[in-house]
């Protein structure tokens, strides 16, 4: 087995994929978990280019950081709707527009 | 030649890394939106130099779609998350 | 041919600086906005270095134009975005960074 450069890259992409998935995973924050994601998406398509299936790495890329990136974002809209006050999410500038909205009439 | 392009590959990676500090402790949302698309961009750039390192010309293909479908995120961050519910007084003014 | 080799890895040495440049001050910066202008940096200049200088290497025109089409989505991508997110910064009242 012969060591190159790219070993040291693979090295330092799955340590750096385990590390994403750890944060992601482990997040209070609905936001930042879903950047997380799709940051861990664009990190997990060079991965599959580094595992030499870049068919693969062309589908990841599509969905993951194309489509459920947006989905999630736009769902994370619907659900701050619809379940106002049960969990913390941390766009802290709707909450301060709540918030005037809500004390400016009284 | 090529390991140059794999060198300079090597290098872009732990600026990816290093920047996830940003997305871990961004004050506003749109902190951690702005990085996540620095991320798009890096990675677009780090496919271009791996496609010139491993000699495989497909992976621009992989950049291609990756340049494609970056500004997805962002704008539907923008219109969806971020600006929605804050209906200030000038209602949805974004021209 | 040896001289479009070594100028396209100058022109990819000087996109790599502006991307680590970019990162430094993605994550060094004080304000929303002054972030916003390290990343347009590193986004516009960064990539188009880096495509120039690939392009000069590569040696088909296929390529060129496939590099070139990248960094035109990107350039659009990156100015579209960044203008919105200045714009609605702007609009949720977050005040501009200034000197203490």
Same mark, same amino acid.
């Given at each position: 087995?012969?060591?190159?450069?790219?070993?040291?890259?693979?090295?330092?992409?799955?340590?750096?994929?385990?590390?994403?998935?750890?944060?992601?995973?482990?997040?209070?924050?609905?936001?930042?978990?879903?950047?997380?994601?799709?940051?861990?998406?664009?990190?997990?398509?060079?991965?599959?280019?580094?595992?030499?299936?870049?068919?693969?790495?062309?589908?990841?890329?599509?969905?993951?950081?194309?489509?459920?990136?947006?989905?999630?974002?736009?769902?994370?809209?619907?659900?701050?709707?619809?379940?106002?006050?049960?969990?913390?999410?941390?766009?802290?500038?709707?909450?301060?527009?709540?918030?005037?909205?809500?004390?400016?009439?009284? | 030649?090529?390991?140059?392009?794999?060198?300079?590959?090597?290098?872009?990676?732990?600026? *990816?890394?290093?920047?996830?500090?940003? *997305?871990?402790?961004?004050?506003?949302?749109?902190?951690?939106?702005?990085?996540?698309?620095?991320?798009?961009?890096?990675?677009?750039?780090?496919?271009?130099?791996?496609?010139?390192?491993?000699?495989?010309?497909?992976?621009?293909? *992989?950049?291609?779609?990756?340049?494609?479908?970056?500004?997805?995120?962002?704008?539907?961050? *923008?219109?969806?998350?971020?600006?929605?519910?804050?209906?200030?007084?000038?209602?949805?003014?974004?021209? | 041919?040896?001289?479009?080799?070594?100028?396209?890895?100058?022109?990819?040495?000087?996109?790599?600086?502006?991307?680590?440049?970019?990162?430094?001050?993605?994550?060094?910066?004080?304000?929303?906005?002054?972030?916003?202008?390290?990343?347009?940096?590193?986004?516009?200049?960064?990539?188009?270095?880096?495509?120039?200088?690939?392009?000069?290497?590569?040696?088909? @025109?296929?390529?060129?134009?496939?590099?070139?089409?990248? @960094?035109?989505?990107?350039?659009?991508?990156?100015?579209?975005?960044?203008?919105?997110?200045?714009?609605?910064?702007?609009?949720?009242?977050?005040?501009? @960074?200034?000197?203490?």
């Amino acid at each position: 087995m012969t060591y190159s450069i790219l070993t040291l890259f693979d090295i330092i992409l799955v340590a750096t994929l385990l590390w994403l998935g750890w944060r992601l995973l482990s997040s209070e924050d609905i936001f930042k978990a879903v950047v997380l994601f799709i940051s861990f998406g664009l990190l997990m398509a060079l991965a599959w280019v580094r595992m030499r299936a870049p068919d693969v790495a062309l589908a990841e890329a599509a969905l993951g950081a194309g489509l459920t990136g947006p989905l999630f974002l736009a769902a994370l809209r619907r659900m701050n709707r619809s379940h106002k006050g049960e969990r913390r999410l941390d766009i802290d500038e709707n909450r301060d527009g709540d918030h005037g909205k809500n004390s400016e009439p009284t | 030649m090529s390991w140059l392009h794999t060198l300079f590959a090597l290098i872009l990676l732990p600026a *990816i890394a290093v920047g996830m500090i940003r *997305i871990l402790r961004g004050p506003t949302a749109a902190d951690r939106m702005m990085t996540a698309q620095l991320f798009g961009t890096c990675g677009v750039a780090i496919l271009l130099l791996l496609s010139a390192g491993m000699l495989n010309p497909v992976l621009i293909d *992989i950049a291609l779609v990756f340049a494609l479908l970056a500004a997805l995120a962002t704008l539907t961050f *923008i219109r969806r998350t971020w600006q929605g519910s804050g209906k200030n007084k000038h209602g949805y003014p974004l021209s | 041919m040896d001289i479009l080799y070594h100028s396209g890895t100058l022109f990819i040495v000087i996109g790599v600086l502006f991307f680590l440049s970019g990162t430094v001050g993605l994550i060094r910066f004080p304000d929303i906005y002054t972030r916003l202008h390290a990343l347009t940096k590193a986004d516009n200049v960064g990539l188009g270095c880096v495509v120039c200088g690939l392009a000069l290497q590569s040696g088909s @025109w296929v390529l060129t134009v496939k590099l070139l089409l990248i @960094w035109l989505l990107v350039l659009i991508a990156s100015s579209a975005s960044c203008h919105l997110i200045a714009s609605s910064a702007m609009q949720k009242n977050i005040k501009p @960074w200034t000197r203490p």
